[in-house]
């Protein structure tokens, strides 16, 4: 069965865990990163010489990064569906999957990190820096969502399984937003997926 390790309050595991819910996968979770430690054991760096969760095992193929982990688990089970055959529907989830990434996570989890894990943590010109960039992308977002219903399109695709854990904790964090229906409406779209609750709908901490 496939193993997967990483705490279930880390945004980079909850993509996986939407992903194997969407795709219907069964699978072992074991608690990993932060105050499970795991991660700087020998046994876990020769699976992952990063430290960091998530990391997965599918029959003795190892891999991290999160995002590479759901298009191979969107590839291998879900094409068609989470994973557009068609090369420009898939370029389209893709793209959004690489903006998490490089856009809007980084400056997301600076935000989070001193509102949520160490207040008062990040020096504040940088935080409020973090913050405005953090907007920005967000209504980059909303425009998008403006034109087409889901990030990929017309479909629900691997596109939201990245997206949404970064969405959902912009949306609880402990300050001011303005309001963008198109998030909202995409947010609560995304909710409504069967596993989408379960995964997403936990205390910041
Ligand atoms: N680019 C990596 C980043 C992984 C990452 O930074 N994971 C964080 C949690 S979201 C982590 O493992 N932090 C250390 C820990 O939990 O001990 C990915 O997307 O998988």
């Not at 688990?73 to 989830?93: F, S």
Request: aromatic share 10%; proline share 7%; with cysteine.
């Amino acid at each position: 069965m496939l193993k997967l390790w990483g705490r279930t309050n880390s945004l980079n595991v909850q993509k996986v865990l939407f992903c194997l819910g969407e795709l219907g996968l069964p699978y072992e979770r074991v608690d990993a990163g932060m105050q499970f430690g795991v991660v700087k054991s020998a046994e876990y760096m020769a699976m992952n010489p990063n430290s960091v969760v998530p990391t997965i095992d599918d029959d003795g193929f190892v891999l991290w990064e999160s995002n590479v982990i759901v298009r191979y688990l969107a590839a291998k089970h879900g094409a068609g569906a989470l994973w557009p055959v068609d090369p420009r529907a898939r370029a389209q989830a893709d793209r959004w999957m690489d903006w998490q990434q490089t856009s809007h996570n980084p400056m997301l989890t600076k935000v989070f990190w001193n509102l949520v894990r160490q207040p008062g943590g990040v020096p504040q010109d940088e935080f409020n820096d973090a913050c405005a960039k953090v907007e920005r992308a967000m209504d980059i977002l909303e425009e998008a969502l403006a034109r087409s219903p889901w990030l990929g399109g017309d479909q629900f695709t691997m596109a939201e399984c990245v997206m949404a854990p970064g969405v959902h904790r912009y949306l609880h964090l402990p300050m001011e937003r303005k309001e963008r229906p198109q998030v909202t409406r995409w947010y609560e779209a995304v909710l409504q997926r069967p596993v989408a609750k379960n995964i997403l709908l936990l205390p910041l901490t």
